[in-house]
């Protein structure tokens, strides 16, 4: 666990927060929606855990970051393969999310299994 990680978590016990509820201060969610950019690319799950906040704080932290609508997260959601010329087909496929993940080069078992990861 890095020191960044660690210090939020020290603080969220110091507060006496955590996944028993209370109200997170503005700049201690800040902080989460930060190391959350850091780790781009990891799925929210497992950056939630490491904070050792629900996956749902989380997202709802990163909407308002970016201000878009905080919403229940769908239980399925659009992605879109893209079409490559027929010898870059041969290297898998693209997988592009609608929160810009993007992910090459993978069978369709492996595609599948990372996006329910993500979701």
Do not use: H, N
């Not at 960044?4 to 700049?27: S, W």
């Not at 970016?66 to 893209?82: I, N, Q, S, Y």
Request: aromatic share 6%.
């Amino acid at each position: 666990m890095d020191r960044r990680v660690r210090g939020f978590r020290q603080e969220v016990k110091r507060l006496g927060l955590g996944r028993v509820g209370g109200r997170y201060p503005v700049g201690l969610r800040a902080e989460a929606v930060a190391i959350c950019r850091e780790r781009a690319g990891l799925p929210l799950r497992q950056v939630a855990g490491e904070l050792g906040v629900e996956l749902a704080s989380l997202e709802r932290w990163l909407a308002q970051a970016t201000g878009e609508r905080a919403a229940a997260a769908p239980a399925f959601f659009r992605v879109e393969l893209e079409d490559r010329e027929a010898e870059e087909r041969d290297a898998g496929w693209v997988l592009v999310t609608p929160r810009g993940y993007r992910v090459e080069g993978r069978d369709t078992a492996t595609l599948l299994r990372v996006l329910s990861e993500l979701s």
